[in-house]
């Protein structure tokens, strides 16, 4: 099982920078992926970030060159620094992990933090 918390998310002009975090607790037998996810008011979930296991990223188009997503290996923690924010980014941001336990695969969500970008 995997809880996560995010926090960071906050009011900020467009232009501006901003740094989500996600602290990761709990135990699977292994990690497919971790990465964020946004959802803006009447919109679908999409993909912003992810990262593998092995160190691979993939990014949504309209965030890349922008955001970069990293982790903390030590602290058991995923960052998301976000740059040169646009109007259109704002959006609820949440952590996600793809894990398997045992023969099951499981997404785990954590409760979401506002990112808001005003012009």
Excluded: H
Aim: net charge neutral; charged share 15%; hydrophobic share 35%.
């Amino acid at each position: 099982q995997v809880q996560l918390v995010e926090s960071g998310g906050d009011l900020v002009q467009a232009g501006g920078s901003l740094r989500l975090s996600c602290a990761a607790s709990g135990s699977v037998t292994g990690i497919n992926t971790m990465g964020w996810y946004r959802q803006a008011p009447g919109k679908q979930r999409e993909l912003v970030a992810e990262i593998s296991s092995g160190g691979a990223t993939n990014y949504g188009n309209a965030v890349k060159g922008r955001f970069t997503i990293s982790l903390d290996g030590t602290n058991i923690a995923m960052y998301l620094q976000m740059n040169s924010l646009k109007p259109e980014d704002t959006a609820v941001y949440y952590c996600n992990v793809r894990a398997y336990s045992g023969p099951f695969f499981s997404t785990y969500w954590g409760q979401g933090t506002q990112v808001t970008v005003s012009s």
